[in-house]
């Protein structure tokens, strides 16, 4: 039998750092999504590199051109509901279904490749692209992934323009969304193809970190998180499975048990 690689073994201390914790948080970025055909924002094939995002994914984009806005956004909706959910994205859902409520799925990817994965309860940080909403926020908001066709009418309530679900530059992240992480009070913490750089995974993880609870990270390059964090590097499609498998092996979970044990 070959001997374990460095890879091998320092899945295996990642795993071991997460398996057995009570409450364990999973922050996922837009590489999490990649592996499906899902484009990044910041890489150099990023979204952001074709366009403006002041221009498309702004309250003031929105009002000097909805038209421009909605038709990027119908064809971002178009796109994603193309892509399939990656093996990574499917192995979040064995781990939720693992550990039921002692896990905590965020993203701030607005797709719904892990709803369909079969994950539950996904908490997204950013908004959800495949909702309309009232411009006006008198809180209407609908799921338009059946055909889009809400993104044309008006607010039913108020009569109001009506935008994407998205959460734009400028925007505050939903503060009920930041009250369940809160709530959450998660021991652990394992973050997925994120730059590390928007909010809030910029300042959970890192502060998680400097707090002394275990934070591990999968991604393809280092980012600013790297430095505090465990680190995996390499895509999520190819180490999530692995990591997940390891995580909710009874193998791993008795060795942690037993070695916080003496
Ligand atoms: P990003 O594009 O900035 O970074 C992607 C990260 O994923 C990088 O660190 C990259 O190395 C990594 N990566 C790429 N491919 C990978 C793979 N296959 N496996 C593992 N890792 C991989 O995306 P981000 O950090 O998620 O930040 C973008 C966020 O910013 C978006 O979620 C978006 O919501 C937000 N944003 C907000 C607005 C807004 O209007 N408020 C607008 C644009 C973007």
Known sequence: MPAASDQDRTLAEAAGLLAGRRRLLVLLGAGAS????????????????????EDLASAEGFRRDPQGVWAWYRQRRWEIAQCQ??????????????LGSRVLVATTNEDDLLERAGVDRVVHLHGAI???SCVANCGWVV?????????YLTCPDCQAAVRPGSVWFGEEVPSRVLVRIEHFRAEACLVVGSSSLVQPVAAIAPEMALAGRPVVEVNAETTPLSSVATSLRGRAVDL??????????ATVRERVMSTVGK
């Open 130 to 132: 495949f909702n309309t």
């Open 240 to 249: 999530l499975p692995a990591l997940i498998d390891l995580i909710t092996s």
């Open 34 to 53: 990649a592996d499906a055909g899902v484009p990044t924002f910041r890489g150099t094939d990023g979204l952001w590199q074709q366009v403006r995002p």
């Open 143 to 151: 799921d338009d992934r059946l055909d889009g066709s809400w993104s």
């Open 85 to 98: 959910p990656h093996a990574g994205q499917r192995a979040i859902a064995l781990l939720q279904r693992h």
